[in-house]
Nanobody, 117 residues
């Protein structure tokens, strides 16, 4: 059974930092593209960052470039999202996603990030 479990969300002041983690189990982690999405109230789900499998390809949404960093630890089967210089508009539920060949896709339950003073 595949499980993706996010953690690390919370309340942070503007300009602050958080690191999200997504622990994966039940899948061949190194074969999957790992992605972070977010969804703010009343908005569509947005792809924030992705990291490729063996080639390590990384991409970011324009809104987070230079502030967020995605990384993964294959030994721990965990993907991270380091979020710096957070803004109120980063407030959302953040979801971890694992996809293989556009056929197999799994989602975590989400973790809330709130940026507010």
């Amino acid at each position: 059974q595949v499980q993706l479990v996010e953690s690390g969300g919370g309340l942070v002041q503007p300009g602050g930092s958080l690191r999200l983690s997504c622990a994966a189990s039940g899948l061949t982690f190194s074969s999957y593209v790992m992605r972070w999405y977010r969804q703010a109230p009343g908005k569509e789900r947005e792809l924030v960052a992705r990291i490729g499998p063996t080639d390590g390809y990384i991409s970011y949404a324009d809104s987070v470039k230079g502030r967020f960093t995605i990384s993964e630890d294959n030994a721990k089967t965990t993907v991270y999202l380091q979020m710096n210089r957070l803004k109120p508009e980063d407030t959302a539920v953040y979801y971890c996603d694992a996809v293989l060949a556009s056929i197999y896709e799994y989602w975590g339950q989400g973790t809330q990030v709130t940026v507010s003073s």
